[in-house]
């Protein structure tokens, strides 16, 4: 589209006019008395600090940190932004001010009710089948490759991702979403990796509130679309459903649906029922979360495991001793394996996937560690920065899973020095599932093949580039090739 003088004269004339408001809005501000503020690096107008954030915005607050302290100030556009980048602050805010916080995303993730988070956890159902079909994905995968003639590489993340997707289909509506027979399953699958694309894009209309109805990015636009098109598919399996339970269908099992229909409340103040919408909501929570979560931190613990062969080889030791040979891991025996635990844990402190977890908003004025805050304020907590607090670890830049051996360090939300699934009232609504399935996937990937990488790649030098999109990934995604591993 050309744009006419005309255009560009009225784009700058409301740019100016903007720009002044805003000055005389700070102006008047300063004059009615400074509030204390925290420290953080000067704004520009109307933008404010939206460039200091740059294309990998937890990296370059983390910088910051060192400059400015844990807890930052942040113009970005119209928006007053806090950041919180240390374990002592993220302490005090979930202790102490996490009832004046609310969710603040664009993102298809909502405000979910402390009633729901308990009704998911409470009927969240044992998932001791979801090993099962791992191994035998990847190997029937690989030697396909090898039948044409080709090198056996995998790109890890992606199928990871897949079969994250498909065994939680399978695990919460019983669906086998990927099988070469399903009409629906694609369609939700192409869908779903839509949203969270959308969901990965910084989106000016969040910061600067005169372009939200004008939409300049499409973000909005695209994002209502590709999520409508999920949960049309949902709606599709959760009528299915109800009309299987009316006319009496026997099925075998129960799944997490059940479960959600099932469900009639605590007695102490919540509803007695969760309405269809919110059912929706809590399912495709559960599949975007357990789905990335998955993949991208097993892609970076297989990372940090190449460049460190040590670790390598004390891992799958531990599996051989505890597991043995001649049988699959089971979910009773990741209580036994506190290396692989450990490995795990380093990984998520220094590859924290969602480095801001979900942003919160402020509900009122409020004074935080001596600082004034006020109501809309957006507050970030930078989880990735924390997990490379200098004041918390003790060389905080290395790999080095020993040092959560014997420790209580976890990171179910209590230890504020590890938050990769959030903490308080609204942490992340699909932990217990996204614990098991880490856990079992990488002691099946690590237990039932032996794996290298590529001819054209070393561990000296895999690139660490990463790139920030729904979550944090690997620029250059990691791709290795698995040997099955023959039992004596």
């Known amino acids: 589209m050309e744009w006419s003088s005309s255009s560009l004269l009225a784009w700058f004339t409301l740019l100016f006019i903007l720009t002044l408001v805003l000055l005389l809005k700070q102006r008047r501000s300063r004059s009615l008395g400074a509030k204390k503020r925290p420290p953080g690096p000067p704004a520009w107008p109307v933008f404010g600090n939206i460039f200091d954030l740059g294309t990998i915005p937890h990296r370059n607050l983390y910088k910051l940190r060192f400059k400015y302290g844990p807890v930052i100030w942040l113009r970005l556009g119209c928006t007053n932004a806090l950041v919180i980048q240390s374990a002592k602050a993220a302490e005090e805010l979930f202790k102490n001010h996490d009832v004046w916080l609310q969710l603040a995303t664009s993102s298809p993730r909502s405000n979910s009710g402390a009633h729901d988070q308990q009704a998911n956890q409470r009927h969240c159902f044992h998932s001791a089948k979801v090993h099962r079909r791992y191994d035998k994905y990847i190997e029937e995968d690989v030697e396909a490759a090898l039948a044409r003639g080709e090198t056996g590489e995998l790109v890890v993340s992606h199928y990871v991702f897949v079969m994250a997707f498909n065994l939680i289909g399978n695990l919460v509506i019983s669906q086998d979403l990927l099988n070469s027979h399903s009409k629906e399953g694609p369609e939700f699958f192409e869908a779903m990796d839509k949203v969270m694309e959308w969901s990965g894009k910084p989106n000016l209309a969040d910061f600067l509130p005169f372009l939200k109805g004008l939409d300049p990015q499409r973000i909005k636009k695209n994002m209502e679309r590709d999520l409508g098109r999920t949960m049309k598919v949902l709606e599709g399996f959760v009528r299915q459903r109800i009309e299987e339970r009316k006319l009496m269908k026997k099925r075998e099992g129960r799944d997490f649906l059940d479960a959600l229909l099932e469900y009639e409340g605590d007695g102490k103040g919540g509803p007695d029922e969760i309405s269809a919408h919110r059912r929706l909501i809590i399912i495709l929570e559960i599949f975007f979360g357990g789905t990335e979560t998955t993949s991208g931190t097993i892609e970076w613990v297989m990372v940090e495991l190449f460049r460190h062969p040590e670790s390598m080889r004390r891992v799958k030791e531990e599996l051989n001793r505890i597991v043995g040979p001649k049988r699959k891991v089971g979910e009773s025996d990741i209580d036994e394996l506190p290396y692989l635990q450990a490995v795990i844990k380093e990984s998520m402190r220094l590859h924290t996937i969602l480095p801001f977890l979900v942003p919160r908003n402020t509900l009122q004025d409020t004074n935080f560690m001596g600082f004034d805050i006020p109501k809309d304020t957006q507050v970030f907590i930078n989880a990735w920065a924390i997990g490379r607090d200098p004041d918390t670890w003790e060389d905080p830049l ?75 990934r690997k620029l250059i995604p990691l791709k290795a090739i698995p040997k099955k591993v023959i039992a004596e």
């Open 398 to 472: 290395s790999f080095k899973p020993e040092r959560f051996l014997g420790s209580d360090v976890d990171y179910r939300g209590q230890n504020f020095e590890l938050l990769p699934f959030g903490s308080g009232r609204r942490i992340c609504v699909g932990f217990p599932l996204a614990h098991r399935m880490l856990h079992l996937t990488l002691a099946s990937l690590l237990h039932s093949f032996d794996w290298e990488l590529g001819s054209n790649s070393a561990a000296e030098t895999i690139d660490m580039k990463e790139r920030m999109g729904f979550t944090v």
